[in-house]
Antibody
Framework: EVQLVESGGGLVQPGRSLRLSCAGS????????MHWVRQAPGKGLEWVSG????????AYADSVKGRFTISRDNARNSLYLQMNSLRVEDTALYYC??????????????WGQGTLVTVSS | EIVLTQSPGTLSLSPGETATLSCRAS???????LGWYQQKPGQAPRLLIY???GRATGIPDRFSGSGSGTDFTLTISRLEPEDFAVYYC?????????FGGGTKVEIK
């Protein structure tokens, strides 16, 4: 059974940094692209960033480009999101999601339960 | 960026009825790279449909997807009590990946 477990969320002041982690199990982690998707309280889904299996292809939403950095460690079956210069509008539940297939642009067939990031002074 | 517009915002139906959800793209979605998700309160989204028409693993056949280009539809036949939820479409034909705003299917 595929499992994705996010961690690292919390309350942080505007302008500060936070690093999210996602531990994957139950599948060959290094065969799949991985993504971060967020959902602000009471709002819809927003794709944040994606990374190919080899880290050779990376993409970001315009709203986070230049502030967030996605990475992965296939030896540790882990996905990361380094979030710098956080803004109030980054407040959301952040989901780790697995690509349905090898290509990086894809649908997401497994999701974690999310980790909540709250940016507030 | 491809903008996805879902309609209606809310659909009020009774169990046993058929739900028809629309997702319209601001430009053509490459190779029908469109998916649909179901999300219930307090839960992560669940993939229902990929490639506009392919059912994900374990999804009942009362869920079906159709469409191409800029117009896509999710049809839920014979609504079951567990089908009342919010549904999102998502395109993955071009970057950035984008989601629609969602359609809530509620019990009438």
């Amino acid at each position: 059974e595929v499992q994705l477990v996010e961690s690292g969320g919390g309350l942080v002041q505007p302008g500060r940094s936070l690093r999210l982690s996602c531990a994957g199990s139950g599948f060959n982690f290094d065969d799949y692209a991985m993504h971060w998707v967020r959902q602000a309280p009471g709002k819809g889904l927003e794709w944040v960033s994606g990374i190919s299996w080899s880290s050779g292809s990376i993409a970001y939403a315009d709203s986070v480009k230049g502030r967030f950095t996605i990475s992965r460690d296939n030896a540790r079956n882990s996905l990361y999101l380094q979030m710098n210069s956080l803004r109030v509008e980054d407040t959301a539940l952040y989901y780790c999601a697995k690509s349905h297939d090898t290509p990086m642009p894809n649908v997401f067939d497994s999701w974690g339960q999310g980790t909540l990031v709250t940016v507030s002074s | 960026e491809i903008v996805l517009t879902q309609s209606p915002g809310t659909l009020s139906l009774s169990p046993g009825e058929t739900a028809t959800l629309s997702c319209r793209a601001s430009q053509s979605v490459s190779s029908s790279f469109l998916g649909w998700y179901q999300q219930k309160p307090g839960q992560a989204p669940r993939l229902l449909i990929y490639g506009a028409i392919g059912r994900a693993t374990g999804i009942p056949d009362r869920f079906s997807g159709s469409g191409s280009g800029t117009d896509f539809t999710l049809t839920i036949s014979r609504l079951e009590p567990e089908d009342f939820a919010v549904y999102y479409c998502q395109q993955y034909g071009s970057s950035p990946l984008t989601f629609g705003g969602g359609t809530k299917v509620e019990i009438k």
